[in-house]
């Protein structure tokens, strides 16, 4: 193994951003909102304020740290080389993010194929049951649970399925226009792409309320209610957090931006939204379904 | 920086090594061979 | 080494802000490095000294200086600030220094995001230790207490040092992943033209492996603790029977990273040994693939064997078996692993410099680590030994002298070329020679005080356990106190000392050793390009 700098490609400089002070600013962003949160949940201190000023903090870095990316592209900071490395950062990001439901659902699959079961036959052995009422079926609120009725899955959720699924074609209709240089067909495409991601929002917003007032299905709810909610719930914000992505996507677009041949910005957010998209497949089967 | 070893030097680790080697594989053979041995 | 320096002067015009602000806005890999590096150095006597306040307590049976809760909490913050704070920067202090330098790279692939990586850090820190300091005010009860695993129901019981070690534990999953993005990517799209993946220094290998780990793992412990919190005060019912939840289910998610961690903190180690023992014993390392294939199998191996952590916490026999045997099953790609040391050494010129002395004792106790583990990995066997003293011995020399002692090997091994000058090699041996004998002198009691039957996490215990606590204490501050003498080298190898050349060990190969030591602004701004 020798160096060889002879033989290195002339002109080839990987892009390397000038200091910058958004990441530290980030990250005491990040530490006030989480200072913040353990005052409010703790009461102690002015929590709701700490966590506000975080906030405040992450929404400043998120304008600026974007809108220098976004500027640094725009002059053309960026060729093949680091546009990959941007392609394999995503590629990674959302792979974490894939562990993180699968975190959840691995604890769906427990409580449903081990904890339940094995509470409702717990030491029949001995000729006698410790809750000789609960049958350990699915869906449960556990042995000391109160009563609740489970979300169908065939009213509001397939109707939702039905959003999701259009929005993933819709989104690849915008990109078939980007690449045809066809903008009036991106930019439909992406305005109904946040439209059925939006409606797929206000869905759920419905059905959560419906749930806690007319159903009794809480996040209390046992292991079903828990299970329920937190795996919707981190699904309907990373909706959330798509659809503004989507939106920002949308309007940078409407300004120009993107070109047939370089837009990993629109990729990106593709992406993402169709790994949303994915998750909420899975969802539907196992929780709302089966 | 690190000192320079001359070639003998460096010739008689080499062997050094090669005879420590032989050593720790007997050795740890004959703990093997006794442990056959040993019954409890 | 030339060229490089004539591409750094073609930036005059380049402006850098000095001072503080040097440090807070940088996007250089050897800021970012070097920061992670101070960090994990002061971490690693923060954490310190909390276990010294530990094993004086342990001293002598009953209580003398704390109260149990106190105890409770310094053990768990204890390991946390040691295993997020001290060993896993160190290793990302490692990869941002030299994967630049040793795949031909000019920077990191994402420059900025390596800088937030870096600066989550400290706030994480802060909120793990921060309830210590609210505890003297009267707010809350003091840290965690429940041990740095978080076992519910403790943890949802527990206090406030619950939370905020839950919201540390984020923002430090976080910092890991955006490194570990971070590392992913510089290793597929910045290396010199030539290098191919077979090529790949095997440096940059353990660290790709763990980069991957740490991606699979991590948001699983993110989502566990997420339960965790919300069980705390959302009333979710995850972890409890009354709601159709399992505490054991807790288990099952945290050792689902847990278990993993153990080689995320191991395998960027791994990597550096072959380097180190090539050097000094004046010969390539023996068995570059079959090294490359054993990480590639410990890793993948390391997810399906959690379970082992909790044999006694109850399972089906099946279940039992099938992790028993899975977890053996490490031991065979670990072997090979060894035994590609051993024979890196074999007939080779070996000169014990400090970096070298470090490797070898590395090799012999962390093959005592591996041997334990063995006999702890079995069913039957650990039923005896779970939750023991047995357990605090084994790990310790599978994350003191496995991880601590493999970082310092690093740190002697690349110092002179961060730095530019040589440390102390007298110091330095007598820092080796001190660890190795007061770590041997504080875990080989610990062994015997498990199998006798000392359980872990106490603050008391039986009075035929004293002698043996005694002479652990004894080894322990010995230990800390030996650890000065390695601040010290390192601060007076940092201020000056002998200049050394780009190549610092006559034996070293490889692209790090071309440039220039220390290695100027922009390390390989031109690429070297690799036959």
């Given at each position: 193994m020798k160096a060889n700098p002879a033989h290195a490609t002339a002109g080839e400089h990987y892009f390397v951003p000038q200091p910058s002070l958004y990441p530290v600013i980030l990250s005491g962003g990040m530490f006030l909102l989480a200072l913040g949160f353990i005052q409010l949940i703790n009461n102690f201190g002015p929590g709701k304020w700490v966590m506000l000023g975080g906030t405040a903090v992450i929404l400043y870095v998120l304008f600026g740290w974007f809108g220098k990316v976004i500027y640094e592209s725009q002059s053309g900071a960026y060729r093949d080389w680091e546009d990959r490395s941007f392609r394999y950062g995503m590629i990674w990001f959302i792979a974490t993010e894939v562990m993180f439901f699968a975190a959840f659902f691995g604890a769906l699959f427990y409580v449903r194929v081990i904890s339940v079961p094995t509470l409702g036959g717990m030491l029949p052995e001995h000729g006698f049951s410790l809750w000789p009422e609960f049958a350990g079926t699915w869906p449960t609120s556990g042995p000391k649970g109160a009563a609740f009725t489970p979300m169908g899955a065939w009213g509001i959720p397939a109707l939702n399925t039905a959003l999701l699924l259009s929005s993933g074609a819709t989104v690849t209709w915008a990109h078939w226009g980007l690449l045809r240089n066809k903008r009036r067909q991106l930019a439909l495409g992406l305005a109904a792409t946040v439209l059925l991601g939006s409606i797929f929002l206000g869905f759920q917003a419905y059905e959560y309320h419906h749930a806690y007032n007319e159903l009794g299905l809480t996040m209390g709810a046992g292991a079903y209610g828990a299970t329920f909610f937190m795996l919707t719930g981190f699904h309907g914000f990373h909706v959330t957090l798509g659809t503004i992505m989507l939106l920002v996507i949308l309007l940078r677009s409407l300004s120009g931006h993107f070109s047939a041949e370089r837009h990993f910005a629109f990729e990106a957010v593709a992406w993402y939204w169709h790994f949303v998209d994915v998750v909420w497949l899975i969802l539907f089967v196992f929780v709302y379904w089966v | 920086m690190a000192p320079a070893f001359s070639d003998a030097d460096l010739a008689r680790r080499r062997n050094a090594a090669r005879r420590l080697g032989w050593l720790l594989g007997a050795a740890v053979l004959a703990l093997y061979l006794i442990g056959l041995f040993i019954k409890r | 080494m030339s060229t490089a320096t004539t591409h750094a002067a073609e930036h005059p015009a380049e402006h850098y802000p000095g001072g503080l602000m040097r440090w807070l806005t940088t996007t250089n890999h050897k800021d970012i490095g070097t920061m992670y590096l101070t960090f994990s150095l002061i971490m690693f006597f923060v954490g310190g000294l909390m276990i010294l306040a530990v094993r004086a307590e342990l001293f002598q049976p009953g209580l003398q200086l704390m109260r149990p809760e106190f105890f409770n909490q310094l053990i768990g913050v204890h390991a946390l600030v040691m295993i997020f704070a001290a060993l896993m920067p160190a290793a990302t202090g490692f990869a941002n220094w030299m994967l630049p330098l040793m795949i031909g790279a000019p920077d990191m692939a994402l420059p900025r995001l390596n800088n937030w990586g870096f600066w989550l850090l400290p706030p994480a820190a802060i909120l793990l230790t921060l309830p210590f300091t609210l505890a003297l005010f009267g707010i809350g009860d003091g840290a965690l207490a429940t041990g740095w695993t978080f076992y519910a129901p403790l943890s949802v019981q527990g206090g406030m040092g619950v939370d905020f070690a839950i919201l540390a534990v984020h923002i430090l999953g976080i910092s890991s992943i955006m490194g570990s993005i971070n590392i992913i990517v510089t290793i597929f799209n910045m290396r010199a033209p030539g290098m191919t993946m077979m090529k790949l220094p095997l440096f940059a290998w353990g660290w790709l492996i763990t980069a991957f780990l740490l991606i699979a793992t991590l948001p699983v412990l993110a989502g566990a603790v997420t339960m965790l919190l919300t069980d705390r005060?959302?009333?979710?019912?995850?972890?409890?029977a009354a709601g159709g939840g399992d505490p054991i289910l807790f288990q099952h998610l945290f050792w689902f990273f847990g278990h993993p961690e153990v080689y995320i903190l191991l395998l960027p180690v791994w990597g550096l040994m072959p380097h180190v023992l090539s050097t000094f014993s004046r010969k390539p390392a023996y068995g570059y693939t079959a090294q490359v294939y054993s990480f590639i199998a410990i890793g993948l191996l390391s997810v399906v064997v959690w379970a082992h952590h909790f044999f006694t916490a109850g399972m089906p026999i099946p279940a039992l078996v099938y992790f028993m045997f899975s977890t053996m099953a490490i031991s065979i790609p670990l072997a090979v692993l060894f035994f590609c040391w051993i024979a890196t050494m074999w007939k080779g010129a070996m000169t014990f410099e400090t970096p070298m002395l470090f490797a070898v004792g590395f090799i012999v106790l962390f093959g005592i680590a591996g041997l334990t583990g063995l006999i702890l990995a079995d069913v039957a066997a650990d039923a005896q030994y779970h939750h023991s003293y047995f357990v605090v011995a084994h790990f310790h020399y599978a994350l003191f002298a496995g991880g601590i002692m493999g970082v310092m090997t690093g740190v002697y091994y690349w110092l002179p070329k961060w730095t530019g000058h040589m440390y102390s090699e007298k110091l330095g041996k007598l820092h080796f020679w001190l660890t190795v004998f007061s770590f041997n002198l504080t875990f080989i009691p610990q062994f015997f005080l498990g199998l006798a039957g000392m359980p872990r996490r106490i603050p008391d215990y039986a009075l035929q356990f004293a002698e043996f606590n005694a002479i652990s204490t004894l080894g322990a501050f010995v230990l800390g106190l030996s650890q000065l003498l390695f601040a010290w080298n390192i601060w007076c190898c940092v201020r000056g000392g002998p200049k050394v050349e780009s190549r610092v060990w006559e034996g070293a190969e490889g692209l790090e050793w071309e440039l220039s030591s220390p290695p100027p602004h922009h390390s390989w701004e031109t690429q070297p390009t690799v036959k």
């Amino acid at each position: 193994m020798k160096a060889n700098p002879a033989h290195a490609t002339a002109g080839e400089h990987y892009f390397v951003p000038q200091p910058s002070l958004y990441p530290v600013i980030l990250s005491g962003g990040m530490f006030l909102l989480a200072l913040g949160f353990i005052q409010l949940i703790n009461n102690f201190g002015p929590g709701k304020w700490v966590m506000l000023g975080g906030t405040a903090v992450i929404l400043y870095v998120l304008f600026g740290w974007f809108g220098k990316v976004i500027y640094e592209s725009q002059s053309g900071a960026y060729r093949d080389w680091e546009d990959r490395s941007f392609r394999y950062g995503m590629i990674w990001f959302i792979a974490t993010e894939v562990m993180f439901f699968a975190a959840f659902f691995g604890a769906l699959f427990y409580v449903r194929v081990i904890s339940v079961p094995t509470l409702g036959g717990m030491l029949p052995e001995h000729g006698f049951s410790l809750w000789p009422e609960f049958a350990g079926t699915w869906p449960t609120s556990g042995p000391k649970g109160a009563a609740f009725t489970p979300m169908g899955a065939w009213g509001i959720p397939a109707l939702n399925t039905a959003l999701l699924l259009s929005s993933g074609a819709t989104v690849t209709w915008a990109h078939w226009g980007l690449l045809r240089n066809k903008r009036r067909q991106l930019a439909l495409g992406l305005a109904a792409t946040v439209l059925l991601g939006s409606i797929f929002l206000g869905f759920q917003a419905y059905e959560y309320h419906h749930a806690y007032n007319e159903l009794g299905l809480t996040m209390g709810a046992g292991a079903y209610g828990a299970t329920f909610f937190m795996l919707t719930g981190f699904h309907g914000f990373h909706v959330t957090l798509g659809t503004i992505m989507l939106l920002v996507i949308l309007l940078r677009s409407l300004s120009g931006h993107f070109s047939a041949e370089r837009h990993f910005a629109f990729e990106a957010v593709a992406w993402y939204w169709h790994f949303v998209d994915v998750v909420w497949l899975i969802l539907f089967v196992f929780v709302y379904w089966v | 920086m690190a000192p320079a070893f001359s070639d003998a030097d460096l010739a008689r680790r080499r062997n050094a090594a090669r005879r420590l080697g032989w050593l720790l594989g007997a050795a740890v053979l004959a703990l093997y061979l006794i442990g056959l041995f040993i019954k409890r | 080494m030339s060229t490089a320096t004539t591409h750094a002067a073609e930036h005059p015009a380049e402006h850098y802000p000095g001072g503080l602000m040097r440090w807070l806005t940088t996007t250089n890999h050897k800021d970012i490095g070097t920061m992670y590096l101070t960090f994990s150095l002061i971490m690693f006597f923060v954490g310190g000294l909390m276990i010294l306040a530990v094993r004086a307590e342990l001293f002598q049976p009953g209580l003398q200086l704390m109260r149990p809760e106190f105890f409770n909490q310094l053990i768990g913050v204890h390991a946390l600030v040691m295993i997020f704070a001290a060993l896993m920067p160190a290793a990302t202090g490692f990869a941002n220094w030299m994967l630049p330098l040793m795949i031909g790279a000019p920077d990191m692939a994402l420059p900025r995001l390596n800088n937030w990586g870096f600066w989550l850090l400290p706030p994480a820190a802060i909120l793990l230790t921060l309830p210590f300091t609210l505890a003297l005010f009267g707010i809350g009860d003091g840290a965690l207490a429940t041990g740095w695993t978080f076992y519910a129901p403790l943890s949802v019981q527990g206090g406030m040092g619950v939370d905020f070690a839950i919201l540390a534990v984020h923002i430090l999953g976080i910092s890991s992943i955006m490194g570990s993005i971070n590392i992913i990517v510089t290793i597929f799209n910045m290396r010199a033209p030539g290098m191919t993946m077979m090529k790949l220094p095997l440096f940059a290998w353990g660290w790709l492996i763990t980069a991957f780990l740490l991606i699979a793992t991590l948001p699983v412990l993110a989502g566990a603790v997420t339960m965790l919190l919300t069980d705390r005060h959302f009333g979710t019912h995850f972890f409890d029977a009354a709601g159709g939840g399992d505490p054991i289910l807790f288990q099952h998610l945290f050792w689902f990273f847990g278990h993993p961690e153990v080689y995320i903190l191991l395998l960027p180690v791994w990597g550096l040994m072959p380097h180190v023992l090539s050097t000094f014993s004046r010969k390539p390392a023996y068995g570059y693939t079959a090294q490359v294939y054993s990480f590639i199998a410990i890793g993948l191996l390391s997810v399906v064997v959690w379970a082992h952590h909790f044999f006694t916490a109850g399972m089906p026999i099946p279940a039992l078996v099938y992790f028993m045997f899975s977890t053996m099953a490490i031991s065979i790609p670990l072997a090979v692993l060894f035994f590609c040391w051993i024979a890196t050494m074999w007939k080779g010129a070996m000169t014990f410099e400090t970096p070298m002395l470090f490797a070898v004792g590395f090799i012999v106790l962390f093959g005592i680590a591996g041997l334990t583990g063995l006999i702890l990995a079995d069913v039957a066997a650990d039923a005896q030994y779970h939750h023991s003293y047995f357990v605090v011995a084994h790990f310790h020399y599978a994350l003191f002298a496995g991880g601590i002692m493999g970082v310092m090997t690093g740190v002697y091994y690349w110092l002179p070329k961060w730095t530019g000058h040589m440390y102390s090699e007298k110091l330095g041996k007598l820092h080796f020679w001190l660890t190795v004998f007061s770590f041997n002198l504080t875990f080989i009691p610990q062994f015997f005080l498990g199998l006798a039957g000392m359980p872990r996490r106490i603050p008391d215990y039986a009075l035929q356990f004293a002698e043996f606590n005694a002479i652990s204490t004894l080894g322990a501050f010995v230990l800390g106190l030996s650890q000065l003498l390695f601040a010290w080298n390192i601060w007076c190898c940092v201020r000056g000392g002998p200049k050394v050349e780009s190549r610092v060990w006559e034996g070293a190969e490889g692209l790090e050793w071309e440039l220039s030591s220390p290695p100027p602004h922009h390390s390989w701004e031109t690429q070297p390009t690799v036959k």
